[in-house]
């Protein structure tokens, strides 16, 4: 695939095609995911996440950055480039109510890019198109990139938060797949010219599953 300066903005999905020319085997990014459940009277409105990229996923939206300053028209462009991305692909979220899909909306709130050392963040909040009660309710999302491009994951049960007024009755579980070593061994030997069949949602069968449950 060549990535070329003129066409990242239009090929990238999430700026995520800046990668080393010798990798093979899929994934070949790597998002750590952030994640805490905002409330709004009493109903849940949304997630406030934060997507860490790893470093060689990053170097083209740090080098575009250059030295701008944090608040600068630089850093907002990027960010509107990479945002649009995001939503092109439903913020790469599923979200559940038993066996009924959760909308969002597609005006995302307080969105930013950022420069972390060598990584580039993403802030945002993901706000469901209607909020959603909790009491006695149970909700379960996953976000992951169906190709499996990109590894995007939680590294544990603490990337993800309530706010104080939850915690006595509403609790969290992540809980990691462990997908069978036939399709482990057959994604790693994908390399970046290849791609799995669409229909097959390779990066599914990887993601994380996180459970909310309230009293």
Same mark, same amino acid.
């Given at each position: 695939?060549?990535?070329?300066?003129?066409?990242?903005? !239009?090929?990238?999905? +999430?700026?995520?095609?800046?990668?080393?020319?010798? /990798?093979?085997?899929?994934?070949?990014?790597?998002?750590?995911?952030?994640?805490?459940?905002?409330?709004? *009277?009493?109903?849940?409105?949304?997630?406030?996440?934060?997507?860490?990229?790893?470093?060689?996923?990053?170097?083209?939206?740090?080098?575009?950055?250059?030295? /701008?300053?944090?608040? !600068?028209?630089?850093?907002?462009?990027?960010?509107?480039?990479?945002? @649009?991305?995001?939503?092109?692909?439903?913020?790469?979220? =599923?979200?559940?109510?038993?066996?009924?899909?959760?909308?969002? !909306?597609?005006?995302? %709130?307080?969105?930013?890019? @950022?420069?972390?050392?060598?990584?580039?963040?993403?802030?945002?909040?993901?706000?469901? @198109?209607?909020?959603?009660?909790?009491?006695?309710?149970?909700? %379960?999302?996953?976000?992951?990139?169906?190709?499996?491009?990109?590894?995007?994951?939680?590294?544990?049960? *603490?990337?993800?938060?309530?706010? &104080?007024?939850?915690?006595? %009755?509403?609790? +969290?579980?992540?809980?990691?797949? &462990?997908?069978?070593?036939?399709?482990?061994?057959?994604? +790693? !030997?994908?390399?970046?010219?290849?791609?799995?069949?669409? =229909?097959?949602?390779?990066?599914?069968?990887?993601?994380?599953?996180?459970?909310?449950?309230?009293?």
């Amino acid at each position: 695939m060549d990535i070329t300066k003129s066409g990242r903005c !239009s090929a990238l999905a +999430l700026t995520l095609l800046a990668l080393s020319a010798g /990798a093979f085997g899929h994934p070949h990014s790597f998002i750590t995911l952030e994640s805490q459940m905002v409330v709004e *009277n009493d109903a849940l409105a949304g997630l406030a996440m934060r997507w860490t990229m790893d470093e060689m996923t990053s170097a083209d939206l740090l080098y575009d950055a250059g030295g /701008a300053a944090p608040d !600068s028209p630089v850093w907002k462009k990027l960010a509107a480039e990479v945002m @649009a991305n995001v939503l092109g692909q439903h913020y790469f979220t =599923e979200f559940w109510h038993g066996d009924r899909k959760v909308t969002f !909306s597609n005006l995302p %709130r307080d969105y930013r890019l @950022a420069r972390e050392g060598n990584k580039a963040v993403l802030f945002f909040t993901l706000p469901l @198109a209607h909020p959603q009660p909790l009491a006695g309710q149970r909700y %379960r999302f996953t976000t992951f990139d169906p190709t499996y491009y990109v590894d995007m994951r939680y590294d544990n049960a *603490n990337s993800l938060t309530l706010p &104080e007024a939850l915690r006595q %009755r509403c609790k +969290l579980n992540l809980n990691t797949p &462990e997908p069978d070593a036939k399709l482990q061994a057959w994604a +790693l !030997s994908l390399d970046k010219e290849d791609a799995p069949p669409q =229909e097959m949602e390779l990066g599914k069968h990887f993601a994380q599953q996180v459970t909310l449950t309230c009293q």
